[in-house]
């Protein structure tokens, strides 16, 4: 928003100037006709320093109308230029949101990915734990089993001794 405000207040200030030089060309052009207008005929010299001054004062006008439409070339190709980079802008800015959509979808994916790998990891700990528990048992029963066996060969021994005596 702030860009376009200040894209309008420079074209604004562009067509200003584009009117101040025309109205200036305006009345300079004006100003030349009635003082040929109201001026008598006059004598011989009279008339040629009157003549060579309105030679000069048309040179003036046309260097003033040279200067005129330099200055106006310039107005426009700075306006044009404006206009270019207005128009970069405005792609930057597409740029922008753009990059912030892309940004925000990658930014689900991310969280998904983070969910993950926390759920990973709290599943590892329970393997972990599951792991040992298993362990734990299995020693428990190894000592069980070797209990009952040794028990079981204690028993045959006795009873081969009561059945030999």
Do not use: W
Not at 42 to 69: F, H, K, S, T
Not at 82 to 102: A, S
Not at 139 to 160: D, G, P
Request: charged share 25%; aromatic share 6%.
């Amino acid at each position: 928003n702030i860009q376009r405000v200040s894209a309008e207040v420079t074209r604004e200030f562009v067509d200003r100037a584009k009117h101040a030089v025309q109205a200036q060309a305006d009345s300079n052009y004006g100003q030349e006709e009635e003082y040929a207008e109201s001026t008598p005929l006059l004598g011989g010299r009279q008339q040629q320093q009157q003549q060579q001054q309105q030679l000069q004062r048309r040179v003036e006008l046309a260097v003033l109308d040279n200067d005129i439409e330099y200055n106006e070339a310039l107005i426009n190709e700075r306006e044009s230029e404006i206009n270019e980079i207005e128009q970069g802008i405005v792609e930057l800015n597409e740029i922008f949101r753009d990059m912030g959509t892309i940004v925000t979808e990658q930014q689900s994916l991310l969280d998904n990915i983070e969910t993950n790998v926390q759920s990973v990891a709290v599943n590892a700990l329970g393997a972990s734990e599951e792991l040992n528990s298993a362990s734990e048992y299995q020693r428990r029963s190894n000592k069980t089993k070797f209990c009952i066996l040794l028990f079981a060969i204690i028993f045959i021994i006795v009873l081969l001794l009561i059945a030999i005596s």
